[in-house]
Structures are given as C-alpha cells and as structure tokens.
C-alpha cells in the first residue's frame, strides 16, 4: 500500500522545538523531491520547506535560520527539525513527495493525513 505516515507533531510553548518525521512506504519505486506544507485555519495550504534527492532546500521565509529539513533516501524518510517555534507555527502539517510506482511511469503527488502542531503563547 502507497501511504506515508507522519509522526511528531504535538502541543509546545512558544521558544520550544517539535521534530517531524515522514515514513514513505517502501511501495514506491523512487521518490523525487519531498516537502513539509502546513494549513492554519482559514488559511491555504503553504509550502514549509522542500529537499530534492540530491539534498538541496528550500524554504519560506517565514521559517529560515528557525527549521532544517533532513531526508534518509535509504530509509525512504524525511524529517523537519522545527526550533524556536511561534504562535504563528500552529497548522496542520503534511508532508509531501513527488514519487514513481515503478520504472517509466509518471510521477504524482502523495500526501500524508497530516499531523496537528499547535505552539502556545
């Protein structure tokens, strides 16, 4: 079954650091870029962070010098490593890869169930 499963997530004060971890199934054949979004409420769905294969990143501004993204291509997982987390952190967090199912066929889009991370003041 083609799944990811998130763990990590949690309740935190305000300075505080929650790390994240994505399992990918090992159903996929080989798996591109992954990524972290996150969806506050009433608010869309937002890029967190993103590691090609080959280990380059991106980030949004809003969490840069604050979260490192990681990934074990052996072990098919990624990681967000959040510190120094604020109020405005609090989102539904999902990770996200970019991943074939077997040798010459398309890439698509998965997404885990998503994992609550809430910061308190």
């Known amino acids: 079954q083609v799944q990811l499963v998130e763990s990590g997530g949690g309740l935190v004060q305000a300075g505080g650091s929650l790390r994240l971890s994505c399992a990918a199934s090992?159903?996929?054949?080989?798996?591109?870029?992954m990524g972290w979004y996150r969806q506050a409420p009433g608010k869309q769905r937002e890029l967190v962070a993103l590691?090609?294969?080959?280990?380059?990143?991106t980030y949004a501004d809003s969490v840069k010098g604050r979260f490192t993204i990681s990934r074990d291509n052996a072990k098919n997982t990624m990681y967000l490593q959040m510190n120094s987390l604020k109020p405005e952190d609090t989102a539904v967090y999902y990770c996200?890869?970019?991943?074939?199912?077997?040798?010459?066929?398309?890439?698509?889009?998965?997404w885990s169930q998503g994992t609550q991370v809430t910061v308190s003041s």
């Open positions: 590691i090609t294969r080959a280990g380059s990143t």
């Open positions: 090992a159903r996929f054949f080989s798996i591109n870029t």
């Open positions: 996200n890869v970019k991943a074939r199912l077997g040798p010459g066929t398309i890439e698509h889009d998965y």
